[in-house]
């Protein structure tokens, strides 16, 4: 066969290769400058000015200040939110201290309490009374200004931001009927209202990778956008009407949804496109992000500091430059490496690369035809192509800020894809309407409902899945590790020696793990009586009481890990409910237990207390209408293979203050001793010393195994854990606690009593099981 021909470099005469790199560089130097310039100005105010010279003594002023965002609720323990605790963006305009009066205008973080902050607007002026602080390293404000009492509203808010608030409060009105997890959802994935998010469905989405959906984009400002070039062609408007019309819409729009970094880089760049589509220009999405990013770095360069807004360029930019090349790889059949649309074809046709040209037509042929691999239909290649773009692109600035990669997230992002355009506008159509006709608005919200519902269930489905998030080195080192796998990646794959040698290696890895692993090592193990949960520092374990039903005694700190325990071993029935005490670290997680499961009653303790635990409790339990009932000594129920005893507290016994407060909540504990047919467990509750006494003098006991009281501090009774004759030990425990749990005391004392300690701060859930006749421990791993 003859070696084939060497085609020279073509360049035509007379015609040097553009010094391309040469432009770049001096357009990015000249770019860096400006950036670097703007942002040493804006420190230079912020730094200097009678605002951070009161800051750095901490002086306590009196204060007028325009809003320039929503008040925030601040979150708290457990991912909820402190209803009375807010955070929110202001401008301060006026300083009033002892030394006299002076103007100012610089912008500040805002820390305040109290329900008077929850239904105030941008552009409201108010007078407060606090005291400065200096801002976080790093943070582009003046000061935080740490509010005492309520504000004094000076002023209403302007008319644009009140028919703004006008319509986001309506929303959330009209998404009253539908069920709590979409009420919170629909209003965030619209105009980013999250004050109604449920925990657990923001956790879900953002394992899912769909974190974006109630964050609003430019994906929401393009289906608004898109909805008015439509009606405004329906109604026969020119070219430029119709760019002036999608102009306003996304205008408004972003006042509707408060301009976050993700909508003002969605705004810009929508701008852009809508003056080329009225002026007939070409559209060039590149170079229209590129402006933008430097518009925005220019005059809001703290934007520099925020993930939401590198991740919007970042997905931005894949599905720019990316998602073409992959989308026409999936579909067109003659896609071609070299030449076509792409830069490198581009170069080639100007004669500044070498340029392989074959003048053979192709001939077409059996064999040929046969073997080349099959094509989606476009729409589906587009489908596939945008949000696995988008992924990858995104990926750097995930591991960068979480350690973590999530390989579920182009299918959980590919088949929500059909429910977002429809959730959104008709939530923003419900928006409008609210105001005026409430009736219309419920009307458009219930299919809305079905649109997040949908969203929803993909999400918890997607981070149920095994494995739907990798750990992986954080901050610049795993981004470097990321590199250092895409640059060994990229030439293995392109080079078709070696392509199906690595692709079979990667499957057969994937198949390994998850297939063979999930196998061999099932969670829940078959058959479990018993598992406790781990959920820091904390109590949540939950007694076998047949298919698909558990017992739950406490719920833990958290409601997104309880809930996601929970969902693990496949509970969605709890017949009974024990909370041992009213401290945070056992019901703060409440509602983790009852969302989307039915609780049949709540049994608590005797000790009634005035704190915010007991009161969360009570509130949850009215809000849902569960029974609740007070433990009493005696008390038995039989779920499935469980039998429950509650042993304590005794009601009729004076309170056992022990050491302090903490210590007379600790000593009410409700304790259980659950009986199954190969053995028994002891649930101590948080008793200390004074309690467990006490227990012994009133009741004897033997158990297999103990969980291990006050998650084994080092009050204990040695007579009590001795008359217990236990085997095994289980310690619900959080890594690294402040509290010295368990303390070194405790577990020298159960290694002297025979008894083997289980540990979830080393060995994560722990299950009980039967085994030849008796009972073991199971551990599922951290």
Same mark, same amino acid.
């Given at each position: 066969?003859?070696?084939?021909?060497?085609?020279?470099?073509?360049?035509?005469?007379?015609? /040097?290769?553009?010094?391309?790199?040469?432009?770049?560089?001096?357009?990015?130097?000249?770019?860096?400058?400006?950036?670097?310039? #703007?942002?040493?100005?804006?420190?230079?105010?912020?730094?200097?000015?009678?605002?951070?010279?009161?800051?750095?003594?901490?002086? #306590?002023?009196?204060?007028?200040?325009?809003?320039?965002?929503?008040?925030?609720?601040?979150?708290?323990?457990?991912?909820?939110?402190?209803?009375?605790?807010?955070?929110?963006?202001?401008?301060?305009?006026?300083?009033?201290?002892? =030394?006299?009066?002076?103007?100012? #205008?610089?912008?500040?973080?805002?820390?305040?309490?109290?329900?008077?902050?929850?239904?105030?607007?941008?552009?409201?002026?108010?007078?407060?009374? =606090?005291?400065?602080?200096?801002?976080?390293?790093?943070?582009?404000?003046?000061?935080?200004?740490?509010?005492?009492?309520?504000?004094?509203?000076?002023?209403?808010?302007?008319?644009?931001?009140?028919?703004?608030?006008?319509?986001?409060?309506?929303?959330?009105?009209?998404?009253?009927?539908?069920?709590?997890?979409?009420?919170?959802?629909?209003?965030?994935?619209?105009?980013?209202?999250?004050?109604?998010?449920?925990?657990?469905?923001?956790?879900?989405?953002?394992?899912?990778?769909?974190?974006?959906?109630?964050?609003?984009?430019?994906?929401?400002?393009?289906?608004?956008?898109?909805?008015?070039?439509?009606?405004?062609?329906?109604? =026969?408007?020119?070219?430029?009407?119709?760019?002036?019309?999608?102009?306003?819409?996304?205008?408004?729009?972003?006042?509707?949804?408060?301009?976050?970094?993700?909508?003002?880089?969605?705004?810009?760049?929508?701008?852009?496109?809508?003056?080329?589509?009225?002026?007939?220009?070409?559209?060039?999405?590149?170079?229209?992000?590129?402006?933008?990013?430097?518009?925005?770095?220019?005059?809001?360069?703290?934007?520099?500091?925020?993930?939401?807004?590198?991740?919007?360029?970042?997905?931005?930019?894949?599905?720019?430059?990316?998602?073409?090349?992959?989308?026409?790889?999936?579909?067109?059949?003659?896609?071609?490496?070299?030449?076509?649309?792409?830069?490198?074809?581009?170069?080639?046709?100007?004669?500044?690369?070498?340029?392989?040209?074959?003048?053979?037509?192709?001939?077409?042929?059996?064999?040929?035809?046969?073997?080349?691999?099959?094509?989606?239909?476009?729409?589906?290649?587009?489908?596939?192509?945008?949000?696995?773009?988008?992924?990858?692109?995104?990926?750097?600035?995930?591991?960068?800020?979480?350690?973590?990669?999530?390989?579920?997230?182009?299918?959980?992002?590919?088949?929500?894809?059909?429910?977002?355009? !429809?959730?959104?506008?008709?939530?923003?159509?419900?928006?409008?309407?609210?105001?005026? $006709?409430?009736?219309?608005?419920?009307?458009?919200?219930? !299919?809305?409902?079905?649109?997040?519902?949908?969203?929803?269930?993909?999400?918890?489905?997607?981070?149920?899945?095994?494995?739907?998030?990798?750990?992986?080195?954080?901050?610049?080192? *795993?981004?470097?590790?990321?590199?250092?796998?895409?640059?060994?990646?990229?030439?293995?794959?392109?080079?078709?020696?070696?392509?199906?040698?690595?692709?079979?290696?990667? *499957?057969?890895?994937?198949?390994?793990?998850?297939?063979?692993?999930?196998?061999?090592?099932?969670?829940?193990?078959?058959? $479990?009586?018993?598992?406790?949960?781990?959920?820091?520092?904390?109590?949540?374990?939950?007694?076998?009481?047949?298919?698909?039903?558990?017992?739950?005694?406490?719920?833990?700190?958290?409601?997104?890990?309880?809930?996601?325990?929970? /969902?693990?071993?496949?509970?969605?029935?709890?017949?009974?409910?024990?909370?041992?005490?009213?401290?945070?670290?056992?019901?703060?997680?409440?509602?983790?237990?009852?969302?989307?499961?039915?609780?049949?009653?709540?049994?608590?303790?005797?000790?009634?207390?005035?704190?915010?635990?007991?009161?969360?409790?009570?509130?949850?339990?009215?809000?849902?209408?569960?029974?609740?009932?007070?433990?009493?000594?005696?008390?038995?129920?039989?779920?499935?293979?469980?039998?429950?005893?509650?042993?304590?507290?005794?009601?009729?016994?004076?309170?056992?203050?022990?050491?302090?407060?903490?210590?007379?909540?600790?000593?009410? #504990?409700?304790?259980?001793?659950?009986?199954?047919?190969?053995?028994?467990?002891?649930?101590? *509750?948080?008793?200390?010393?004074?309690?467990?006494?006490?227990?012994?003098?009133?009741?004897?006991?033997?158990?297999?195994?103990?969980?291990?009281?006050?998650?084994?501090?080092?009050?204990?009774?040695?007579?009590?854990?001795?008359?217990?004759?236990?085997?095994?030990?289980?310690?619900?425990?959080?890594?690294?606690?402040?509290?010295?749990?368990?303390?070194?005391?405790?577990?020298?004392?159960?290694?002297?009593? =025979?008894?083997?300690?289980?540990?979830?701060?080393?060995?994560?859930?722990?299950?009980?099981?039967?085994?030849?006749?008796?009972?073991?421990?199971?551990?599922?791993?951290?």
């Amino acid at each position: 066969m003859a070696e084939p021909r060497r085609w020279p470099r073509v360049r035509r005469p007379g015609v /040097r290769p553009s010094p391309v790199w040469r432009n770049v560089t001096v357009a990015t130097l000249i770019c860096a400058a400006a950036v670097s310039a #703007s942002v040493a100005f804006r420190i230079q105010a912020l730094t200097t000015g009678p605002a951070a010279e009161l800051a750095a003594k901490g002086s #306590s002023i009196t204060a007028r200040i325009a809003l320039t965002d929503d008040p925030r609720r601040r979150a708290s323990g457990g991912g909820r939110f402190n209803q009375d605790s807010y955070v929110v963006r202001a401008t301060l305009e006026i300083i009033q201290t002892a =030394g006299g009066r002076q103007a100012v #205008s610089v912008p500040i973080t805002v820390f305040a309490g109290g329900r008077d902050w929850s239904g105030l607007l941008p552009s409201q002026h108010l007078e407060v009374t =606090g005291r400065l602080a200096k801002a976080t390293p790093g943070d582009l404000v003046a000061a935080v200004l740490l509010v005492r009492g309520p504000p004094r509203v000076l002023t209403p808010p302007s008319q644009l931001q009140t028919v703004a608030g006008s319509l986001r409060s309506g929303l959330r009105t009209a998404a009253d009927i539908l069920p709590p997890d979409q009420r919170g959802l629909l209003p965030g994935l619209v105009v980013g209202d999250v004050s109604r998010m449920d925990p657990q469905v923001a956790s879900d989405l953002r394992e899912a990778g769909m974190n974006h959906l109630h964050a609003v984009s430019g994906a929401n400002l393009a289906i608004v956008a898109g909805a008015t070039l439509a009606i405004s062609r329906l109604i =026969g408007l020119s070219l430029p009407m119709r760019a002036g019309f999608a102009a306003i819409a996304m205008l408004a729009f972003a006042v509707v949804a408060r301009p976050s970094p993700s909508v003002l880089r969605a705004l810009l760049m929508g701008l852009v496109a809508a003056v080329a589509l009225g002026t007939g220009r070409a559209r060039d999405g590149f170079a229209a992000l590129s402006a933008t990013v430097l518009l925005l770095m220019l005059f809001a360069p703290e934007l520099a500091r925020s993930y939401g807004f590198a991740l919007s360029v970042a997905a931005t930019a894949g599905i720019l430059i990316l998602a073409p090349r992959w989308r026409d790889r999936l579909s067109s059949a003659d896609a071609e490496e070299e030449g076509g649309d792409s830069p490198v074809g581009r170069r080639a046709e100007e004669g500044s690369v070498p340029v392989r040209r074959t003048f053979d037509p192709p001939v077409a042929s059996p064999g040929r035809d046969a073997g080349r691999p099959y094509r989606f239909p476009r729409w589906v290649a587009e489908a596939v192509a945008v949000p696995a773009a988008a992924q990858v692109a995104v990926t750097p600035v995930l591991v960068l800020m979480s350690g973590q990669l999530t390989p579920v997230a182009v299918l959980a992002n590919l088949l929500v894809t059909p429910a977002v355009a !429809p959730a959104t506008l008709l939530g923003f159509g419900a928006a409008l309407v609210a105001p005026l $006709w409430p009736d219309a608005a419920s009307l458009l919200v219930i !299919p809305a409902g079905y649109a997040v519902g949908w969203i929803i269930a993909v999400a918890g489905w997607a981070v149920d899945l095994p494995f739907a998030t990798l750990p992986w080195p954080s901050g610049l080192l *795993g981004v470097a590790l990321l590199g250092l796998v895409v640059a060994i990646a990229i030439p293995v794959l392109r080079h078709r020696v070696w392509r199906a040698p690595a692709l079979t290696v990667a *499957g057969a890895a994937l198949v390994t793990v998850l297939v063979v692993r999930p196998v061999a090592g099932p969670w829940p193990p078959k058959d $479990w009586l018993m598992v406790m949960c781990d959920v820091g520092q904390g109590d949540g374990l939950v007694i076998a009481a047949g298919p698909g039903r558990g017992v739950v005694v406490d719920a833990g700190p958290d409601p997104i890990v309880m809930d996601r325990c929970l /969902r693990r071993i496949g509970v969605d029935d709890v017949p009974l409910l024990v909370l041992t005490h009213p401290h945070a670290d056992h019901v703060d997680g409440l509602t983790g237990v009852l969302r989307n499961r039915r609780v049949g009653a709540v049994v608590v303790s005797p000790q009634r207390t005035e704190g915010r635990a007991h009161a969360h409790v009570s509130v949850t339990l009215g809000q849902r209408r569960i029974p609740e009932w007070t433990a009493v000594p005696g008390s038995r129920w039989r779920f499935g293979p469980s039998e429950l005893s509650v042993l304590a507290p005794d009601p009729s016994m004076s309170e056992m203050h022990g050491q302090g407060e903490g210590s007379t909540i600790n000593n009410s #504990s409700v304790v259980l001793h659950v009986r199954w047919r190969a053995g028994s467990i002891l649930l101590g *509750g948080d008793l200390e010393t004074e309690a467990q006494e006490e227990l012994l003098r009133r009741v004897r006991v033997r158990a297999d195994i103990l969980k291990t009281p006050h998650h084994g501090s080092n009050r204990q009774s040695p007579a009590f854990l001795a008359s217990l004759g236990v085997r095994a030990a289980l310690i619900s425990v959080g890594a690294g606690n402040d509290y010295g749990h368990p303390a070194p005391s405790t577990l020298a004392l159960l290694r002297r009593l =025979g008894a083997i300690t289980y540990r979830t701060d080393r060995s994560g859930d722990l299950a009980v099981v039967e085994r030849d006749g008796g009972l073991a421990v199971v551990a599922r791993g951290p």
